[in-house]
């Protein structure tokens, strides 16, 4: 694990890589965006996932100012794909429960996009945001939700169905996107209770005009499987592992 001054030596140091994990249209086979992974680039340690940090990071408040590196550096990555010519992607950041309840978040995020000339693009942000942290305080959840709504960015609720989900909040908060969780999209084209719950789930999300995501998709018969359900977007190492900006941009150019 990291330490709280290795976090603060790796904030000042800039210690922090975001990669990126392609999300596929249901329909088109497209690339529609991608959700954005921090890593830590350790000197000794080496490549850190979230797990070994972002515990660390929760704690001692940390994520706060992490999480703005992440941000500010999805924007200039997003600059950069649009100087390339790259069609605009939508991309989804995580966002922790002491970051969604910053006062002024939403201008916190407006003047990022301001700072980087993306404020004509705001619909190619997505905030994923876990349910636990929705349902703490739903009315201030909602006011939350809806100032970030009114500069255009997407909402997403991530991790769906792990937590202590009520189908009421769906009506509720004003969010866009839902994302099924990984352990319902594990093999459901062989394990009938997940393929009950995930079609049950994109129904229900479709009638409430909510767009589904299928996290953790990894072989071609559980894409095949959600594609007839009527998922949205699909997301997996079926199509590629969480890879740096480069990987990423290589991967949108290469695929077809
Ligand atoms: O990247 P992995 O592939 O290991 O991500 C594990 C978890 O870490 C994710 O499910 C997500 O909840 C969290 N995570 C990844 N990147 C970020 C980030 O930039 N901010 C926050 N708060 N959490 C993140
Ligand atoms: O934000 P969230 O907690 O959902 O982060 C997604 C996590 O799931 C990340 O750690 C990411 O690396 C991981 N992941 C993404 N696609 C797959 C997959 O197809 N299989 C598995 N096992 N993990 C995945
Ligand atoms: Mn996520
Ligand atoms: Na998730």
Request: hydrophobic residues 45%; proline residues 5%; aromatic residues 8%.
């Amino acid at each position: 694990l990291v330490l709280e001054d290795e976090l603060i030596q790796a904030l000042e140091e800039s210690w922090f890589r975001v990669f990126y994990q392609p999300k596929i249209d249901g329909n088109t086979g497209a690339i529609v965006g991608a959700e954005a992974l921090v890593r830590c680039q350790h000197p000794q340690k080496g490549l850190l996932p979230p797990a070994k940090f972002i515990p660390i990071a929760e704690a001692t408040g940390l994520i706060v100012p992490i999480g703005l590196q992440v941000l500010e550096q999805v924007c200039q990555d997003q600059k950069q794909w649009n100087n390339l010519g790259l069609s605009p992607l939508k991309i989804a950041v995580n966002l922790s429960p002491l970051q969604f309840r910053q006062a002024n978040l939403d201008q916190t995020i407006a003047n990022l996009l301001s700072t980087h000339g993306l404020m004509l693009l705001p619909n190619f942000l997505e905030l994923e945001i876990t349910e636990s942290c929705l349902i703490a305080n739903v009315p201030r959840a909602c006011e939350i939700l809806t100032s970030l709504a009114n500069l255009g960015i997407t909402l997403a609720i991530d991790d769906f169905g792990t937590g202590y989900s009520s189908l009421e909040y769906l009506q509720v908060l004003p969010v866009n996107v839902v994302k099924i969780d990984q352990c319902f999209v594990r093999g459901l084209d062989t394990n009938p209770k997940n393929a009950s719950i995930v079609k049950s789930v994109i129904q229900l999300c479709h009638e409430l005009n909510l767009q589904v995501v299928a996290e953790g998709v990894e072989t071609v018969t559980e894409a095949r499987f959600l594609q007839n359900l009527g998922c949205d977007q699909l997301q997996g190492y079926l199509f590629s592992r969480p890879v740096p900006e480069s990987e990423f941009y290589q991967f949108c150019l290469d695929w077809t």
